[in-house]
Each structure stands twice: as structure tokens, then as C-alpha cells.
């Protein structure tokens, strides 16, 4: 079965700084989802990884997803407040089962 | 800007109770998918469906499970004889093709289950 890891699964950071957020998986892959998830909410699409080399920026939120090692990352530039949330990575299987990772609860203070 | 809803958003019921949760997919989308999000913890698989049947499921979704389309706009997940543990929020989720890779999540019923 294929497993998602992420780390690290809490981030205390400062605004203006920048950190990355990690994204394994263990079997061949090449469509990777990252979601953004307030608390007590559902889940809102951010970037959709199609191919190995791809990398795709919002604002201050860019992924990039590496097939051959099976990594994706998030990487947060100057980080804000507003970016405080709970970052999801999901893969998905030739057969439409998707596997999401444990999230990552990101916490920026002022 | 179409969207996934799901109804209701609390559900509260009691141990041993059938519950059903609806979805309403975007119109124009072909597949679907629930998934179970216990308090705190990761977003998990399901189902998903396609064509009026099941595409694939986890290994959650056993024979207390059931999902239905039974018309043009509703998806249903059905449990039945509900456990403690199936307190959780239920996300319903709908994608337009399979190429086209964006899942749209609804907002989530909560069910508990006392």
C-alpha cells in the first residue's frame, strides 16, 4: 500500500521567515495534490503536480514534486499570519485511490 | 463559482443507528469520492465512483458502507449500524475527469455518534 509521509507535522515559525515542508511517498507516482485546511474546515485545492520537474508558485506558497525520489515540497517565502493552516499532500494510485499524508500544522506568528 | 455541498452539516445519532449523508457534486463532473476525517488526524480514502459504481475503495469502506447515486445530482454514502468510532467529519469530493486533476471538496458533515 502505498504511504505519504510528511514533515515535520508541526511548524512554529516567525512571520517574514522561510521554511520548507516535506512530501515522501513510497511507490511510483506522478500526480501530487497539495491542500490547504483552516480548522474546522474542508479542504481547498492549492497546486496539482503532474510530472517529475514540475513546480508551480502562489503568491507565497511554491511546490515542486521530484518522482525518481519521490518527494514533493512546499517551500513558504516570508511567511504571514494568513498562511497559518494545515498543509495536506496527497497521491493518487493509477486507480483513483488517494492517500494523504498526516498534514502539517503551520503556525506563523506575528 | 459551482461547488460541492453536503447535507446536513451535524449530524448526531445513536450507536447502532443508519445514518445517510448527501453530497451534491458540481454538475458537470463525472467523478466522486468520500472521505472520513477523524478529529485531528489525516484526511482518508474512502470511496470513489464513477459510471455509477465503485472505482475503488480503502479498506475502511467495508460492508457497513454503501454509496449511492440515485439520481442526477445526489451522492449518498450510507452507514449503517454506526460505532463509536465512526465520529468524524465525512468530506464528499468531485472531480471533472480524470485528467482533469482538481478535486472540489464540499464542507463536511460532522457525525457523531453517541
Known amino acids: 500500500e502505498l504511504k505519504v509521509e510528511q514533515n515535520p507535522l508541526f511548524l512554529s515559525m516567525q512571520e517574514g521567515k522561510n521554511y520548507t515542508i516535506y512530501c515522501n511517498y513510497s511507490t511510483t507516482s506522478d500526480r501530487l495534490y497539495w491542500y490547504r485546511q483552516d480548522p474546522g474546515k474542508s479542504l481547498e485545492s492549492l497546486f496539482v503536480?503532474?510530472?517529475?520537474?514540475a513546480v508551480k508558485q502562489e503568491g507565497r506558497l511554491m511546490a515542486s514534486l521530484d518522482t525518481k525520489a519521490r518527494l514533493s515540497t512546499l517551500h513558504i517565502t516570508a511567511a504571514v499570519h494568513d498562511l497559518s493552516a494545515t498543509y495536506f499532500c496527497a497521491v493518487v494510485n493509477n486507480f483513483n485511490k488517494f492517500y494523504f499524508g498526516s498534514g502539517t500544522k503551520l503556525n506563523v506568528k506575528p | 463559482e459551482p461547488e460541492v455541498t453536503q447535507t446536513p452539516s451535524h449530524q448526531v445519532t445513536q450507536m447502532g443507528q443508519e445514518v445517510i449523508l448527501r453530497c451534491v457534486p458540481i454538475?458537470?463532473?463525472?467523478?466522486f469520492y468520500w472521505y472520513r476525517q477523524i478529529l485531528g488526524q489525516k484526511v482518508e480514502f474512502l470511496v470513489s465512483f464513477y459510471n455509477n459504481e465503485i472505482s475503488e475503495k480503502s479498506e475502511i469502506f467495508d460492508d457497513q458502507f454503501s454509496v449511492e447515486r440515485p439520481d442526477g445530482s445526489n451522492f449518498t454514502l450510507k452507514i449503517r449500524s454506526t460505532k463509536l468510532e465512526d465520529s468524524a467529519m465525512y468530506f464528499c469530493?468531485?472531480?471533472?475527469?480524470?485528467?482533469?486533476?482538481?478535486?472540489?471538496f464540499g464542507p463536511g458533515t460532522r457525525l457523531t455518534v453517541l
Open positions: 469530493a468531485s472531480r471533472e475527469t480524470l485528467t482533469t486533476d482538481t478535486q472540489y
Open positions: 503536480l503532474l510530472s517529475n520537474g
Open positions: 454538475s458537470n463532473h463525472l467523478y
